[in-house]
């Protein structure tokens, strides 16, 4: 088996893990993530991107977030990539029914290797946006470099994703961290630090900050301007 097989063949079996899991959540998704999901809205905020830009969600599940920050940035044409065919079929519903198929767009594909130009038609984005998606992606050290090697010059990677609960007693903490695993969710107690070497490797500066006593944590890089 060549290095691609391998890559191709574990790509399926996370799309087949993925669609197995929201078959059914997908439905109620959404209205359920809500009360635990903190600080997607505030990463909505802070993604601004210019006039005319082009934002890209890596892991963009039902389109909560694309269909929110369309409305959020409307000079902005947003794309979405998720590995869940089943996922998909719901964000493609979400953005009909937004009336925001001229500005949102999202197809199958995999956060660790993509191809944006043979997908969207676009090759570089101004923002590019991970929201809860890198604690459930196995390979996610490569992921977050594959979402700052598709930033134009100047461009922005923001993240927000569950954190390490450092201010919470361990008697909340451990049956919270079973629960996330129970669906496959993995904190990444190192997610500050590949994303501060994410930003030297483009030529940047990143930021990150807990919320909430660490449940949750948000951070941000921003690409040298002298990008190839």
Known sequence: MTVRDGAEAGASGGAELMDGIYRWQRHVYDATRKYYLLGRDRLIDEIAPP???????????TARNLV?????HPQARFFGIDISAQ???????SIRRAGLEGRVHVAQGD???FDTEALFGVARFDRVFFSYSLSMIPPWREALV???GALAPGGGVHLVDFGMMEAWPGLLRAPF?????????TPRAELG?????CAAAVGGKASFRRLHGGYAVIGDLKAGVARS
């Open 87 to 93: 996922m998909l079929e719901s964000a493609r519903g």
């Open 111 to 113: 956060a660790t290797a």
């Open 193 to 197: 630090e590949a994303l501060a070497a």
């Open 146 to 148: 594959a979402g700052a």
């Open 51 to 61: 006039p005319g830009g082009t934002v890209l969600e890596l892991g963009c599940g």
């Open 68 to 72: 929110l920050a369309a409305r959020r």
């Open 177 to 185: 961290r079973a629960w996330l695993a129970a669906f496959h969710v």
